[in-house]
């Protein structure tokens, strides 16, 4: 009988995980095809394989250039958020202060703002720092650089990140920061030793959050980045027009094919941790 009540939920998992590895799947035999092949049936499949499509694409149009730009605006993003969220949420969660409260709202609010409604006004401000540097920086130093797109990546998700990390830090019984504190650990090497490797699971939410955000990002980057200098989501735009015009849609594909493997190894690599976290749900004390 239980197995019954269970049918629905496998037949909706089922749907849902037919709904994205068919797209996917398509995508990937549609970006081994040659020109030629697209003008029938858009389910058959690729007559051989037609890597070209993977050189042109990565080669030609460029795609690798956007590729590294992506890689490194999402690293340094990534450092930058976790360098800050991880020390924050700590003292919020740990330590009694003046104003405590004051921040822990401030970040709340955070969570409210959607950064694509405030992105003009950043890249406003970051123009007149331009101007402002002009003797300095002649060439501009805040507008088209990925490290100052990285930063306000980091800026925008630090108020999720925090609240996360605070929620699963408080979960943490408090005696084993006491028993590490009587062995002699300093109040960082707690931090680092004993409470960050107990809070992975939150960590890797908030690594596979935070990816996800920053690699898929197409407004800010297509605002901060104004240059040649184009993140790969920006980059699949331009070659999208490219390609329609000239009908090879193979390239198209394999661009799209690029940007969609990265997020597919980066959740192999920590979906483990991922599921331990949620089925956790925290540590209990």
């Not at 700590?90 to 609010?109: Q, S």
């Not at 830090?169 to 960082?188: K, M």
């Not at 989501?233 to 969609?260: E, F, P, S, W």
């Amino acid at each position: 009988m239980t197995t019954i009540k269970k049918v629905p939920a496998y037949v909706l998992v089922t749907a849902i995980a037919l709904a994205i590895a068919v797209p996917v799947g398509w995508v990937l035999l549609a970006s081994l095809k040659r020109k030629g092949e697209f003008y029938g049936s858009p389910w058959t499949l690729p007559e051989g394989l037609h890597l070209r499509n993977y050189v042109d694409a990565f080669v030609t149009a460029s795609m690798g250039r956007y590729f590294f730009t992506s890689v490194l605006v999402t690293l340094l993003g990534l450092v930058f958020v976790v360098a800050v969220s991880v020390p924050a949420a700590y003292v919020i969660a740990r330590y009694e202060f003046r104003g405590r409260g004051l921040v822990e709202t401030a970040m709340l609010a955070g969570l409210f703002v959607n950064v694509n409604y405030i992105v003009v006004p950043i890249f406003l401000m970051l123009v007149g720092w331009d101007r402002a540097l002009v003797d300095v920086f002649p060439d501009g130093f805040f507008i088209d650089n990925p490290g100052v797109l990285s930063l306000v990546y980091a800026a925008t998700s630090i108020p999720f990140s925090i609240y996360l990390l605070t929620a699963y830090f408080r979960s943490i019984p408090v005696s084993y920061e006491e028993a590490a504190a009587l062995d002699g650990a300093s109040r960082f090497q707690v931090m680092t030793r004993v409470m960050l490797p107990m809070a992975r699971p939150a960590l890797t939410t908030v690594l596979l959050f935070n990816f996800l955000a920053y690699w898929n990002d197409f407004i800010i980057a297509l605002t901060l980045l104004p240059g040649d200098g184009k993140t790969l989501q920006v980059g699949l735009l331009n070659l999208m027009t490219a390609q329609k015009a000239a009908a090879d849609y193979g390239r198209l594909y394999a661009g799209m094919v690029i940007v969609i493997v990265p997020v597919l190894i980066f959740y192999a690599l920590i979906q483990r941790r991922l599921i331990e976290g949620m089925a956790s749900g925290g540590v209990k004390g």
